[in-house]
């Protein structure tokens, strides 16, 4: 198993930034898909961003693409989520999960096995 811990949430002003971190233990993060997950109050969990193991590969929402950037270090066993421009939809609760492997990046939640308890993040208007 992968255990997931993501920090660097908070409360922003719109049109500010905020980095996310997720890091890693358990298992080689290398041999990972990461992607972050939001969802905000009811809503459905959505797809925000995704890279796969090599840190080559990187897949957006067309909501954040343009704003937010995905990048990892597997000498660090992190992944980050830059966000920047925030807009007050940007509003929810964080994740990041992991998949095994090294082929097609999933980009449904539940193609994920592991999951990080979340980090709130809020934009103020």
């Known amino acids: 198993q992968v255990q997931l811990v993501e920090s660097g949430g908070g409360l922003v002003q719109a049109g500010g930034s905020l980095r996310l971190s997720c890091t890693a233990s358990?298992?080689?993060?290398?041999?990972?898909?990461m992607g972050w997950f939001r969802q905000a109050p009811g809503k459905e969990r959505e797809f925000v961003a995704a890279?796969?193991?090599?840190?080559?590969?990187?897949y957006y929402a067309d909501s954040v693409k343009g704003r937010f950037a995905i990048s990892r270090d597997n000498a660090k066993n992190t992944v980050w989520l830059q966000m920047n421009s925030l807009k007050p939809d940007d509003t929810a609760v964080y994740f990041c999960?992991?998949?095994?492997?090294?082929?097609?990046?999933?980009?449904?939640?539940?193609?994920?096995?592991?999951w990080g308890r979340g980090t709130q993040v809020t934009v103020s208007s």
């Open positions: 999960a992991a998949d095994y492997g090294w082929g097609t990046v999933p980009l449904a939640h539940y193609e994920y096995n592991y």
């Open positions: 358990g298992r080689t993060f290398g041999n990972y898909a």
């Open positions: 890279i796969n193991w090599s840190g080559a590969s990187t």
